[in-house]
Every structure is written in C-alpha cells, then in structure tokens.
C-alpha cells in the first residue's frame, strides 16, 4: 500500500504517547490507532513534528512505526527527517521493510537558495531510494527554509517519488492556486496537497484545490467532516463546523504550545493516558489548563464530542 499522488482525505499526525517516566505508552498508541480509523481518516502520519522524533532512538522509532502499520488498514506515512542522509536512508529502509506506505522529508534550516532546496531533495530521494514515495514538508515558520511555488513544481518535476505536499506555508493560500495553476498549464504533473498548520486555514485551503489535512489537532474527526463537507460543496456546513473549532485551533498553534495542548487534550478526549511528553518537554500552566478546559466547553456547546468528562 504505497502512498500516492492520489491522496485525499485526512492523515492526522499522532503524537507519541509516553508514561510520566518516559517509556513510550503502547497502549495507549494502540488505543489513537483504534480512533483514527473509528473516524474515518484516511492515512496517518507517525514521527512528525507532533510526534517528538528528535526524543526518540532508532529501535523507538522503527517499533512505533511498525506497530502502527499493524493497527492500521490506511496508509502509513513515516517522517524520516535527519541531519546526514545515512540515517535518513536507515530509517526509511526499515519502516518501508515494516510496511509504510511513505516517507516525509523536512528540509534542514541550512538551506538558503533556491538551487540549495531542490539539490537537497534530489540527494534526499536519492538516499532513500527511488521507490520510496516521499511527503515533501514545506514549513517556514519553523524549519526558516522558504519554498516558492516554482520551486516545489522543480522538486515535483525532478523526484517521480515525490507524491504529496504537505503545505504548511502561512500565508500561503495563492501558493496552493499557482501548484494547481502549474497542473492546469501542464508544466508540473498532478500531486496532492495535503495541509497542516494545526488546521487553522483548511476551511479556504479546501477551497484553493487542498485535498485535505495532514496535521495534529486534537480533533482530527473535525477534520474529516470538514474535508467531506468541502468535497461535497457544502460550503456553508464546511465553515460551521470549522468555525465552531477555530479559538481551540488558534490556541493551540501558539508557538510552543501546540504539542501540550494536544496532548492535554487528547488525554481529556481518553485517547491518551498521560499528556506526559519526553524531556525536555513544555509544561502547561494550571492557567492554560483552566483555558483549554473552557474553549472545550464552548466547542461542545455546538458539537458534542467536545462534551468530555470532568478534567
């Protein structure tokens, strides 16, 4: 089940569930396996941003890939972002051996010019091999690498392996019109455009020729209606439900705070056990829990799987 340029839908980046000690919690990665496929997504994304890769060692991160596989009936997707490219190969070699349907790449922040960008994806898809689809990852606001739309269909037009973008460009709506634009005119082939950035634009990136989210809110089942409900020109019904979940979208993608915020969350939500993230990690106030707590109370007020119990 290889990834391709047909990828639509919603491939939510998990988190990495760990035990307050820090061992890595397989229960509880069994249990978000359970609820991304009881939600409809239609991939998953392990070892990502969200996930805290940088925390992990090599046999952490080949086992939280492989048991995913094995939970999940949708394609796998695995980021292999590294510093040298030998550890790239070796990871993606293994989870592709275990199952995955692709890997994603991130650029490293040393990368300036444009001619820099597409080199290092060329050597990227070289070291993991031709055959292994990849997610190029364009993120500025944290990797400080800065695409532009020629430069993507360049990557696209030089790497068959290179099958989805996952665009987390901001602002970055006319980016998504002009990779459409470049379809439209024959002068890059068809990939998808899967958005991330906690979410807090897919209402409109739909709209542009998005084909869905590859991000970690805590409501990845928002998602999917969203996505459905865009896809199904339901334009109005698309933007309530977005809306209803924009304050809890926007607090979460604070910088820094996205990842204990979805932690805390999810474990409100009872997919995780403990919001416990690996050192160092970042801590939530009582004042930010208190915070969270009433923007999930107000989201429940229009959607019930917000009603969740006392914290």
């Known amino acids: 089940m290889k990834l391709a340029c047909s990828a639509t839908g919603v491939f939510p980046i998990a988190p990495t569930p760990f035990h307050p000690d820090g061992r890595v919690d397989e229960s509880s990665l069994d249990r978000l396996a359970d609820f991304y496929m009881g939600c409809g997504v239609t991939g998953v994304t392990v070892l990502g941003q969200l996930g805290e890769a940088p925390k992990l060692d090599h046999r952490e991160a080949i086992a939280i890939a492989a048991r995913m596989v094995r939970k999940m009936t949708v394609p796998v997707v695995v980021g292999v972002s590294a510093p040298g490219f030998a550890a790239m190969r070796a990871l993606a070699r293994k989870v592709m051996d275990a199952g995955a349907a692709g890997v994603m790449i991130a650029p490293p922040n040393t990368l300036r010019t444009d001619d820099q960008i597409v080199a290092y994806y060329r050597q990227a898809a070289e070291s993991v091999g031709s055959d292994v689809p990849f ?171 917000a009603r969740l119990s006392e914290a």
């Open 135 to 305: 997610v190029l990852q364009d993120y500025p606001l944290t990797f400080s690498v800065q695409m532009t739309a020629a430069v993507i269909r360049r990557i696209v037009v030089e790497n068959d392996s290179c099958v989805v973008l996952k665009h987390e460009d901001w602002p970055g709506l006319d980016k998504i019109s002009a990779l459409r634009s470049f379809e439209r005119d024959g002068s890059m082939r068809h990939i998808s455009i899967l958005c991330g950035n906690g979410g807090v634009f897919l209402d409109f990136e739909m709209e542009r020729g998005a084909d869905g989210a590859n991000t970690g809110y805590a409501f990845p089942d928002m998602l999917v209606d969203v996505v459905r409900l865009s896809t199904q020109g339901r334009r109005d019904e698309a933007h309530d439900m977005f809306d209803a979940h924009l304050p809890l979208m926007r607090y979460e993608q604070q910088p820094g705070a996205g990842l204990p915020v979805r932690k805390y969350v999810m474990m409100r939500r009872g997919l995780l056990a403990s919001d416990a993230q690996r050192n160092p990690d970042a801590k939530m106030s009582s004042a930010a829990r208190a915070e969270v707590d009433y923007l999930l109370a107000r989201v429940a007020r229009v959607h019930p799987r």
